[in-house]
């Protein structure tokens, strides 16, 4: 079968090779200037020629030729050395916190991130004026410089649990409220501390070396507390914004604790203001501060609260759940949060 084989072949070669001869002989006779006919099928013939060498030639054995324009093309390279060579894509800023994403983070925070002019453009001002959320500039490109810009982006998506259309409405909403808002100044405004100052205060570190942020709600007079609802927002965003300010870099840390203490509250003392201040409150931290909180801390917590705390705990995911921790007394609170951690006001 091999000799077969082997015969087929040089036949082959040898017929090629024979009506190449005769292409050229006609060629060679076509190249008399009797007329343009001659010219005409020479040029045919030379044609058929080339493609037949081009045909029976060994692959390694045939001219290497580059589209028209190449000429600079470097032998050694498989792309062009010129000026139009498209510019190698720049990588993004890292830190501690970015190298620790997922695979499934980066590839949804890179969709995130192609979608992030259109947002801008859609926002009052467009791209002209200075976005930023959490004091973390948001704008095109801060990912090549700024690595804590990825860091709240992340942030976004996990509270969506990686889904990119909810993450960019949810990113869209707060850079519109914090604009119209003005939070950052709500950290450095003025308020009444004989008012204020009993109600929360930042204080304070936990075992893992989070910041604490302290709110109270015993012995308060709940109508002057609580019956400005929109000065009292105000106050407790403040308090936030200098929390994120003190505790949170988005280099080393993106999160911070607070303690709720309810001594001396009962179930059925709670004002309508009061239950309308803290919804408002809970809905705005909802909305524009996802994935801030390490972990949540009840204390002194009254039985009927407590019973309220573990209902509802059933219907919340469990990474929700294990970030809220009911502590019956006080007394739980050291084992994460050593006592002289704790502000003078805590009742040990």
Known sequence: MKIGNDFKA???????????????????????????????????????????????????????????????????????????????????????????????????????????????????????????????????????????????????????????????????????????????EAADEEYDQDLYGQVGLIHGRTKKGGLVTWNFYGGLDNERVFGNVERFLRWRVGLMERGIREGVDFVTRDSMAQVHDYANVSFFSISPTTKLASKTTIQTFQTYYPELLSQKFFVNVPGMLAWVFKVMSGFVNKETERKFVMLGSVKGLRKFIDEGEWPSKVQK
């Open 10 to 184: 040089f036949e082959g070669r040898w017929r090629f090779l024979f009506v190449l001869v005769v292409l050229v002989a006609k060629c060679s006779r076509s190249l008399t200037p009797e007329s343009d006919h001659n010219e005409l099928t020479a040029q045919a013939y030379q044609k058929i020629a080339k493609q037949l060498l081009d045909k029976f030639q060994p692959p390694a054995a045939r001219p290497r030729t580059h589209p028209a324009g190449s000429d600079n093309l470097n032998p050694k390279l498989s792309h062009p050395t010129s000026d139009t060579t498209p510019p190698s894509p720049k990588m993004p800023a890292e830190n501690t916190l970015t190298t620790s994403f997922t695979p499934v983070e980066l590839e949804s925070l890179s969709q995130l991130l192609l979608e992030l002019p259109r947002l801008l453009d859609s926002l009052p001002g467009g791209q002209e004026v200075d976005h930023e959320c959490w004091g973390i500039p948001i704008k095109i490109g801060a990912e090549e410089t700024d690595a804590r810009f990825r860091v709240v982006l992340v942030k976004f998506l996990r509270a969506n649990k990686f889904s990119v259309p909810a993450a960019y409405d949810q990113l869209r909403e707060t850079l519109i409220w914090r604009h119209e808002f003005r939070a950052l």
